[in-house]
């Protein structure tokens, strides 16, 4: 019952379960230990080329981050015409909510779609310059070019 007790002391005025800066521990020890939840926003910019150049109508994105994990999904609209940029140059997401810790091979995009793009077709992998910032590829390893309309994906990386 003295746990019960303590449990219910946690509880704020909001119903809502205060939880000691320690975190969350499931018993088994530090490596059980829950400390990192947040949830939010982020704007995603999704384009071709090197200077980040887009001008979609909207773009959406909500985060989970669980310790270390990142679950992204996003959308981004144009209308009727392409607003990704130029469509002679590689396509790119960025603006990730937090930086990608993973290795830099490593794909980590879950679901994509965009007119004129199959979802099987694509992979990602982290630009180079940028911890927030990934190059969109083929299954082979190449540069994906389409200028595109829409588009959104769910994206899971390690930060």
């Known amino acids: 019952m003295s746990n019960a007790r303590t449990l219910a002391s946690k509880i704020n005025s909001s119903s809502q379960i205060v939880v000691p800066s320690g975190g969350v521990n499931f018993g088994t020890g530090a490596g059980g230990v829950l400390d990192d939840y947040e949830e939010g926003i982020w704007t995603p910019n999704v ?41 002679t140059q590689n396509l790119y997401l960025e603006g990730l909510p937090f ?18 793009i199959s979802a099987t077709d694509v992979l990602m992998n982290r630009h180079l310059s940028s911890a927030t910032s990934f190059q969109l590829l083929t299954p082979n390893g190449g540069g994906i070019t389409n200028g595109i309309d829409y588009c959104a994906g769910t994206i899971i990386y390690s930060a």
């Open 47 to 87: 384009y071709n080329g090197s200077s980040g150049n887009s001008n979609w109508i909207t773009k959406q994105g909500f985060y989970f981050k669980i310790g270390a994990i990142v679950i992204c999904q996003f959308w981004c609209d144009g209308g009727t015409s392409p607003r990704s940029g130029n469509t």
């Open 99 to 116: 930086a990608y810790t993973g290795y830099s091979n490593m794909p980590t995009l879950v679901a994509f779609t965009a007119n004129g």
